[in-house]
């Protein structure tokens, strides 16, 4: 049974987790990456509601996901977009590579390290997409 977004951003970080371990090719791809990621969805035109964020840690081929801000974490990264690309995003509508580098979303950490670890990068965002995820909006 699938999440909806926004409104059990909880349920759906627990399930982008399970997706995310489960994903062979994610443990290959971070073996070597350890990193803290901040996934900001923030409202649009399509949703007005509040902010929701998801914290994401990548430990060396292992990924923990939750939903909520961890104020003492100190984050490698930061990925904001508004609702309805995030949304585009998850469903599979847009390249995430071209999304990311120069589409809706804005990108705080060292790009460099990024595309270092896009193999890892692409995968976490694949195992984003495998959520079964309804949108509210």
């Given at each position: 049974?699938?999440?909806?977004?926004?409104?059990?951003?909880?349920?759906?970080?627990?399930?982008?987790?399970?997706?995310?371990?489960?994903?062979?090719?994610?443990?290959?791809?971070?073996?070597?990456?350890?990193?803290?990621?901040?996934?900001?969805v923030t409202p649009d035109e399509r949703y007005d509601g509040?902010?929701?964020?998801?914290?994401?840690?990548?430990?060396?081929?292992?990924?923990?996901?939750?939903?909520?801000?961890?104020?003492?974490?100190d984050y490698d990264f930061t990925l904001s977009g508004p609702?309805?690309?995030?949304?585009?995003?998850?469903?599979?509508?847009?390249?995430?590579?071209?999304?990311?580098?120069g589409g809706d979303f804005e990108v705080e950490g060292s790009?460099?390290?990024?595309?270092?670890?896009?193999?890892?990068?692409?995968?976490?965002?694949?195992?984003?997409?495998?959520?079964?995820?309804?949108?509210?909006?």
């Amino acid at each position: 049974m699938g999440a909806t977004l926004p409104d059990d951003a909880a349920g759906w970080a627990d399930q982008f987790q399970t997706r995310l371990n489960e994903r062979e090719a994610f443990e290959r791809a971070a073996a070597n990456f350890s990193a803290t990621f901040r996934l900001l969805v923030t409202p649009d035109e399509r949703y007005d509601g509040e902010p929701v964020v998801f914290t994401v840690v990548v430990d060396e081929g292992a990924g923990v996901v939750a939903a909520g801000h961890d104020a003492d974490a100190d984050y490698d990264f930061t990925l904001s977009g508004p609702y309805t690309a995030w949304r585009a995003l998850l469903r599979g509508e847009v390249d995430a590579t071209a999304a990311l580098t120069g589409g809706d979303f804005e990108v705080e950490g060292s790009t460099m390290r990024l595309l270092q670890h896009r193999e890892a990068v692409a995968e976490l965002v694949g195992a984003a997409q495998a959520v079964d995820t309804e949108f509210a909006y």
